[in-house]
């Protein structure tokens, strides 16, 4: 499989540039995808090294054929485990591309995209043990109405959540097309798309414990950076921007900064780049690129 068919690597220069290479150093490609970030940032390294995770098994055919580099078939939250494993204690650079692939939008089968019928999956592992379908169909309405509020960001979580609960009642919810049926009552008309985006992208972050994993994931890169190491991190909604922003300015999820005896702030990082957006002609290439938000901290010494 081209890298190029599976997904086009959003702010690729950009977000390479923020890591500052040093061409013998030790870098970590915690979302390799199509392998594109990797690639370029392989150009830039003499004796350097890179490791780089994917828990999709789609994303092995990628893997890229040199001795520098090693490919983890799992979730980046495992960083900090497999790096002990190879014998790496700390890091030059950690480079995260948030996004769902290119690729895994347009695998139908896979059920992340709502322009395809397919049987409601949505995990990025296919060992995962959590599906769509269960979460849509075993999930009390509580459970429900907390993920469509606060990973879709939805006014009407409690009446999608009853409306599922009324659907499956009468049988069993089993593809994206009986899902977006069943919330046919309230999807808005002139804004369906966007809804139904946001209904899916609760789903599935809840489906892959995408926040969870985020935050382990920030915590772990921010232990096994070097002073001076850089993290740069893509993002493609608010949810996960958020969290990385307050991260990188203070090294915590909730963003408060803790101070010395004199005031001085002690945060263990810095943010240099804080949100900066694709170019026009990179959206015009790539359209999902529209989104995407890239921030850049450094570790202080």
Known sequence: MKEETYHTPVLLHDSIDGLNIDPNGVYVDVTFGGGGHSKELLKRLDKGRLIAFDQDPDAQRNKIDDPRFTLVAQ????????LRFYGIKEVDGVLADLG?????????????SIRFDAALDMRMSQN????????????E???????????GELSNAKKISQLIIQGRAEQEINTTSDLLKTLSPVTPPIKEHKFQAQVF???RIAVNQEMEALEEMLEQSIELLKPEGRL???T???LEDRMVKYFMRSGTKTGEIEKDFFGNQLSPVKALIKGDSPRIEET??????RSARLRVAVKVK
Do not use: C
Not at 75 to 82: A, C, G, Q, T, V
Not at 141 to 151: G, M
Not at 284 to 289: D, E, G, H, L, T
């Open 284 to 289: 015009k290439r790539n359209p999902r690129a």
């Open 236 to 238: 493609y909604h608010s």
């Open 75 to 82: 979730n980046f939250r495992f960083m900090k485990n497999y």
């Open 141 to 151: 309405e509580a459970e429900l109405t907390h993920i469509f509020k606060t990973y």
């Open 128 to 139: 995962g043990d959590l599906s769509a379908k269960q979460v849509i169909n075993q999930w």
């Open 100 to 112: 769902v692939s290119s690729h895994q939008f347009d695998e139908g089968e896979r059920g992340f």
């Open 201 to 203: 992208q609760a789903i």
């Open 232 to 234: 740069s991190v893509i």
